[in-house]
């Protein structure tokens, strides 16, 4: 069982806020991966919010390659951020040549392409370097969009961020979500790493989910080359996220009546029954079985916690407004947010949703048994 | 019984025959109740002439030689009168003096059983024993990453669905626009497949029927059982019960003129409509009730004589193509009961299965695809056809899955596989088994007349005499001596404990697995089998 940690804050916060947190909770996670996501970025991305920010692990001769394929784009760099490591790697930790983040300016070509358009040409292009870097093994991407930075290593995370010295002014978010990861019966593989990012959305989940191979194979039929890599069996929550809100115009509160729905005699009493019912055949495929627990973030900056049917996952949410964590263990809670007022920490139970807006002044939670607002 | 037996090509020895009876002259009390039982007198009285030594001790007399009689029984040799191994003989001896014995050597009846050019017709399944099912192990056992379910108080979900389901994106662009919708049932993944009224006894219908209704009613199991060719009781068509069967309709069409006409006077929709195109025990071959079966009360809901048997033709005499013919039959039948029923056809396993899939996934009335492998069952049909035609049903449901998620459309025309499923009585093991190879349902029909009502019948050629009506349990009998012997009743109260029982042997297979909210459809990945080739065809894991 892995362990996780996400917060959103007003203010920017440095990642090691989450590695802190992720370090009181480090019974949960056994060093084979930590993985971390940034978004509504602080210091120098602030003024750079629409540029594409391509985050992964090259080597040298990666990079080259890499270079060589964005300019042959016309994607022109626009701001990097260096991380300069230690020559030696803590104990756990591979070394590697190069940590990159990079901001580009589209190419001039692209001016004026519609957003369904340039989100699909995004995802096209790292799926093209993930590919290139998976025949020569020398380039690995995280994620290839605006205002995110996803970094992903093996090792244990506090060694990790200290390793890459991640505490620093220039490396800011208000958004951050965390894994350390417990490996389980995958092999240890940095694309296995939590969290997983498409077109803007991202989840981390807790537990194994035991419909992967099926909700695997429906995700790969759709036709949408996003659905793709699968190294770790969650990959499938962020997916059908992507697929509830972009395919099918779904809000946030329909996620849990896709992955995990109620039950016939509770959709018998629901107000929007025909539609969950509808809902409910239609995506079968997409039901997990759990036992998870998702926290998820949507390209609006909301961030949410959700349990499935079995609710056999911890997971808590509290703070107070302007900052809200979701953590795990309410001891990684208790390390980001000492001064919240903890009667009011709230543990989403089999039938929550629990949902922090973009402008993080409270917990909403949405109950599965509610009515749904009317599809979008 | 001449001393000098005429020897004719046919004429056969006890030893020459499949079944051989053992009769203790000691324990026989000479009642008759085993002759009179036997379905085929294949036994008789025999008056036994013996040879008597008297030799008094002393030598006060010479010895002398006398003949005496005893009586006892004798088994016939003629082909026509072979005993099948019921052992209703053993059955109703008060003393056990009596028993049939399966031959130590391969019978020679099989070689004179085409007597006048008719080659032997007879009721069951493909006389081969076991099937790749049972091989197949459950592997992706929950441990401490995950945790196990408790089998017996964790909620479950175990239900399928009937009819076509939408892609997600045009259901809920029809939700919108209030467009049609496809009829879509949520029913219990285990049906009780087509086995008409005239195959079945009265009571054997009657007594499933019942235990169906009680599932439903009593213990919230929305099982569903197809009513077979030959149409459906009256009464049951105007009732509110209709909700619980599949209508067949195969291409004899017997029964339907009843039905049509019964249309305006229904309470409830029948749960879906089935055109059988095929049947696993005799594949490209059409139903087939014996003239013996063929009494009035079957005549009457047929609509045809008394008394001719009636050979279904191998297809539907309208299909002269599956783009247009199939398509137009399924959307006439779904006209009929206005778009409310989910209809689907039913098919033969074979190499050719994914031909009709893919024209299925072409038209939007279609509810479904039923395939009966190899290994089902009959009432009626050539030996041949049962025991060397057909498809094994475990590759051609997995290649039809498979093919349906090539398409992106593997939840949208569910899957329902038959044919031997629990023949050698692992029937959860064999059907958790073929759904997570990718069947959405489960028909049986032969493990329910075996488990309900003590069908004898077996895959090594044991009775397997429903087509002559002379079943001796009154199963698949249509003479009133015969299937009175059979209490609806007890049917009834058996049907229930066969589903009570599977449910929770399929929990304790799913619980394990760590599934619950939803059946585990196409979960490969908890499937093994320690046949290399095997797992290889089936995508599954090899295991050893």
Redesign the interface.
Known sequence: MCRLFSITSEEPLSPMVAFEALDVMREGHDGSGVGLFLRDLGGPFEDMKDAPILSGIFTENGLKRLDAFMMNLGFMTKYKLPIKVSKTPPAGVPKRDIYLIRAYEYPEEWDGLDQLELHNRLVNIRLQLREMGRAEGDMMVFSFWPDVIMIKEIGEPLKVAQHLKLDRKDIQARVIMAQGRQNTNYAINLYACHPFFLQGFSTMTNGENTAFIPVRDYLQSRGFPGYTGYQSDSEVFTHILHYTLERLGLGIEAYKHIITPLQDADIAMHPDAKLLQQLKQSCRRLIIDGPNCVIGCLPDHTLFMVQDRKKLRPGVVGGRPGRYAFSSEICGLDAAIPDRDKTLDFQPMHLDTAIVGPNRQEVAVCRQTSPLPLPR | MPSNIPITPSTLSVKDLPWQIDWNKDKCTLCGQCTAVCPVQAIELGVFRKRALDMSPGFTKPPESTMQIYYGIRQKTDPAYICVGCAMCNLVCPNGAITPCSSDEADKLVFHRDRGGLPRSRGGRRNVAGTVLDQIKFI?I?ML???A?DAGR??F?I?T?LGR?????E??KF??QNGW?PP?R?IYPLMIGGMSFGALSPNMWEGIQMGVAYLNEEMGMPVRISTGEGGCPPRLLRSRFLKYVILQIASGYFGWDEIIHALPEMKEDPCAIEIKYGQGAKPGDGGLLMWYKVNRLIAAIRGVPIGVSLPSPPTHQTQYSIEESVAKMIQSMAMAWGFRVPVYPKISGTSTALAVLNNLTRNPFAGGLGIDGEDGGTGAAYNISMNHMGYPIASNIRDAYLGL???????EIPLIAGGGIGKSGNLAANAAALIMLGASGIQIGKYIMQAAAGCLGSESDRCNICNIGQCPKGITSQDPRLYRRLDPEQVAQRVVDVFLSFDTELKKIIAP??????L??????ALGINDYHISERLSINYVV
């Open positions: 992706r929950s990453t995950d945790p379910l964790h909620e979900e239900r669905l389901v939408l892609p997600p994106e259901n809920l939700i919108r919708i879509v949520e998620v090539t398409a992106g459309m593997q939840n697995l760590g599934r619950s909210t939803s585990p459809v196409g979960m490969s990945d």
